[in-house]
């Protein structure tokens, strides 16, 4: 918090939503979105921990050209298990299920989401999903890739892949159903006064995400239904040998799961536009082109996903038309990152840690989306795909961009979510050296797959190792970097200090109630005369007593 | 939330919850065309790349059953309809009638599915080891009908010879295989749509026993309105499977 801010005596509310009801039923039978969102919490950070200890063991066994610790076959099967985790476990629930259930009623002025009883489920859908995958990682693995192309998923494997789609199948349900509550609650939940363009543009965000969600996930949900199928029951929907297509599995496949990257970062950006303003003081610069490029990314996005098969002999002419439409999504991705940058301008910036997740996010977001341009280019792609630098780039837009945006929202709203403070220092702390260690862990992995190291394998050429060093040495910093928030934000559950309903102060909807938020979430409706990230109007946010400058406003606000 | 008679807490009027729930069940649908649109993009393709393996999968489909069934879904979403108006007009003692006649066309569908697949089993064209197109011609059963016999060994042997005229053995190797591929197809596809009926069935169940009670009124009819959306779209994915299965390259006689 910044100094000299002078604010009223924070103290916790004597009624909220953690402490309405008690026991293990009132949570497993919930429907109160602020607890399932803690439900979700709770269950992708076991998933986000399963996915770290494979990677763990990867970075460990690439320590030397030879493999250090593993075989060949178990090496295929840790980093399929580590995608598998990781994308469909914890990345693709993360922000949404977690932050995006929490604020979305309390931005807009509801009392819950539009179908809590749905909201429940889509959690325990999520837990028998997960129940599946882990079945299929304890009982002989999963060595497929995360990609399960076929006809090694659907024939030659022999490890555990049947409960591995058939959990990612069931998985995919909870996704969907979240994405249709999210649509329905911002359509018809909204209060008095809160128009489209009055939402808090992380609402925008979850708008577009929920799109993707809602017409993503069905395709990949029958497409590995029909590999089950055909692993199951010896059919031949994508074997060549009985007639089959493997590259329509590869089509409908990259239809859900190149979107489904922005599924991970598009919420991350919405975290980002909600903390840059509220902390540099500032209104947003260029609302409506934020907002608009959520939705531009969602629609190009399901555009350019035959870019992933560019070496697959698809013809010229395809190739040219994905080429060209991939280049186009970087047009509102930089919209992002300019009107951040303008937000940022002249802003009263104070260096909350959520401030240093923010800049982290848009530095590496940057360096992830350009090297995506690299990769959009057909002739660059050809020397570079499959190499660990396509390795490198995609971790820097889902490691560097989507968890450093979800755990820089966790400490955003952290106060409203538990009322109490983190602790500041130790967390800056902390957020610089996940940075440090995230850039040392993939950075080298640009450089490695420059000069051509394939991913996926197992073992290296002796000259590639000091490389593979420096990516393991930053791995374990960047373990540090995650260990670190884990420890201090459980003691601040019990130890922080009072956070009080507004401590930064920001504008959004969300600080108006109590923190933590009683069970309905505000004590009377809200009615909302003001614009977003309105800081001028707005005396009842303690900054009028002038003890800090506003910056003044800029371009279309 | 808490609810005060049909209006949950979440929501301020039962307008509001009305319209919610409508848009929810639109999304849905929205979620099941995609769903569905990955097995009729698959579908689709092979039929391109198999025409004349698909043209015989498709002409030992039974049209006299394939029909009857899109009769009987038509039938079924007239009572729907009539289900969902009668519980806009509060005519509480038609409800329960037209919902249980709805239930039991549903029925009468599936029971015929089920003849149609055990037919299909005894034809050995269920995918697998023992599929085998010329099974029918090679072992007619008693009640088979001769001209209907003729016309399928006839069928099989055209094929061949577009397929392959110099090597009639690799050529019905290969016609096996992708006429294989086209049941895989229809029984992922039918199958996948007989389960959606099983779950309209479901829905049709609660809101029968609900209807006994009276509670569905010109005040409060949202359940039936959005059950009966989701089991038009039903109806309506039928008439495509119905027209893209049995309808195309159809010898008829």
């Known amino acids: ?557 | 939330m808490h609810r005060t008679g049909e209006l949950y807490g979440q929501f301020e009027t039962l307008e509001q919850q009305k319209e919610t729930a409508t848009l929810g069940m639109w999304i849905f649908l929205v979620t099941e065309v995609l769903f569905f649109g990955g097995l009729f993009l698959t579908y689709t393709i092979n039929r391109h790349y198999y025409f004349t393996a698909f043209g015989v999968g498709g002409n030992m489909l039974d049209l006299t059953m394939g029909t009857a069934n899109t009769f009987v879904l038509i039938a079924s979403s007239f009572t729907m309809a009539m289900s969902v108006w009668t519980a806009q007009t509060s005519r509480k003692n038609l409800l329960p009638i037209f919902l249980m006649l709805t239930l039991i066309l549903g029925g009468v569908f599936l029971g015929i599915k089920y003849v149609e697949y055990k037919q299909k089993y005894d034809h050995h064209l269920i995918p697998g080891p023992s599929f085998d197109i010329t099974y029918r011609i090679n072992h007619p059963a008693r009640g088979d009908n001769p001209k209907e016999l003729a016309a399928e060994r006839q069928e099989i042997g055209e094929a061949l010879r577009t397929e392959d005229p110099e090597n009639p053995q690799g050529a019905l190797v290969a016609l096996n295989a992708h006429t294989q591929l086209y049941f895989s197809l229809y029984f992922a596809m039918t199958g996948l749509h007989a389960l959606h009926m099983v779950v309209g069935a479901g829905l049709l169940i609660w809101l029968f026993t609900e209807s006994l009670k009276g509670r569905f009124s010109t005040s409060y009819y949202t359940p039936v309105e959005t059950v009966g959306l989701y089991w038009h779209f039903v109806d309506i994915v039928w008439i495509y499977l119905f027209a893209l299965l049995y309808l195309i390259n159809r010898h008829l006689g």
């Open chain 1, 1 to 557: 918090m910044s100094e000299g801010l002078v604010l009223p005596v924070a103290k916790q509310p004597h009624e909220h939503y953690l402490n309405a009801t008690y026991g293990i039923r009132s949570w497993l039978l919930t429907t109160d979105h602020k607890r399932i969102a803690l439900l979700y919490l709770a269950s992708v950070t076991f998933f986000f921990f399963i996915g770290g200890f494979f990677a763990t063991l990867i970075r460990i066994h690439l320590l030397t050209p030879a493999g250090a610790l593993v075989s060949p076959e178990t090496y295929n099967k840790l980093f399929t298990m580590h995608g598998v985790a990781m994308i469909f476990f914890f990345l693709i629930p993360s922000i949404p299920a977690v932050l995006g259930n929490f604020l979305i009623p309390l931005m807009i002025g509801a009392k819950d989401l539009a179908f809590p009883k749905l909201n429940l489920l889509s959690w325990y859908i999520y837990l028998v999903g997960g129940a599946f995958v882990l079945y299929s990682f304890s009982t002989g693995g999963l060595d497929t890739g995360w990609t399960f192309y076929t006809p090694l998923s659907s024939i030659y494997s022999n490890s555990a892949v049947t409960p591995a789609v058939l959990g990612i199948f069931i998985n995919g349900f909870s996704s969907i159903l979240t994405g249709l509550n999210f649509v329905v609650t911002i359509h018809t939940m909204r209060a008095p006064g809160m128009t489209w363009f009055r939402l808090p543009l992380f609402v925008w965000a979850h708008y577009a995400t929920s799109l993707i969600m809602i017409l993503g996930t069905p395709v990949l949900a029958i497409t590995l239904l029909l590999v089950g199928l055909e692993r199951m029951l010896h059919l031949g929907f994508f074997n060549p040998a009985l007639g089959g297509d493997p590259i329509l599995f590869q089509h409908l496949f990259w239809f859900y799961s190149h979107p489904a990257v922005y599924i991970m970062v598009l919420p991350a950006m919405g975290v980002v536009s909600e903390i840059i303003p509220a902390l540099a003081r500032k209104p947003i610069f260029g609302y409506s082109f934020i907002a608009g490029s959520s939705i531009a990314i969602a629609v190009i996005g399901f555009l350019v996903w035959a870019h992933h098969m560019f070496v697959t002999g698809e013809s010229t002419y395809a190739a040219l038309a994905f080429s060209f439409l991939s280049y186009l999504v970087a047009i509102p991705s930089a919209v992002k990152v300019f009107n951040w940058t303008s937000t940022l301008y002249k802003g009263a910036i104070s260096w909350d840690t959520p401030m240093i997740y923010a800049l982290g996010f848009i530095g590496l977001f940057l360096i992830g989306g350009l090297t995506g341009l690299f990769l959009a280019c057909l002739g660059i792609v050809i020397h570079v795909h499959d190499t660990y630098f396509v390795v490198a780039h995609f971790h820097y837009i889902m490691v560097g961009g989507a968890v450093m945006g979800y755990v820089g929202g966790l400490h955003f709203w952290w106060p409203k979510i538990t009322g109490k403070m983190y602790p500041e220092a130790i967390s800056r702390l902390a957020a610089i050296i996940l940075f440090v260690g995230f850039n040392l862990t993939f950075f080298p992995q640009f450089i490695l797959g420059y000069l051509g190291m394939p991913r996926r394998y197992h073992s290296y050429p002796p000259e590639f190792q000091v490389l593979n060093v420096l990516s393991t040495a930053g791995a374990s910093i960047l373990a540090l970097g995650y260990l670190l928030p884990m420890a201090y934000l459980i003691w601040s559950m019990r130890y922080g200090e009072a956070a009080g309903p507004n401590p930064w102060p920001a504008t959004g909807l969300e600080w108006q109630t109590d923190s933590p938020p009683p069970t309905e979430n505000f004590h009377v409706t809200p009615v909302v005369t003001w614009e977003p990230y309105d800081f001028k109007s707005r005396p009842d946010l303690g900054l009028a007593a002038g003890a800090q400058p506003l910056a003044p406003a800029h371009g279309d606000d």
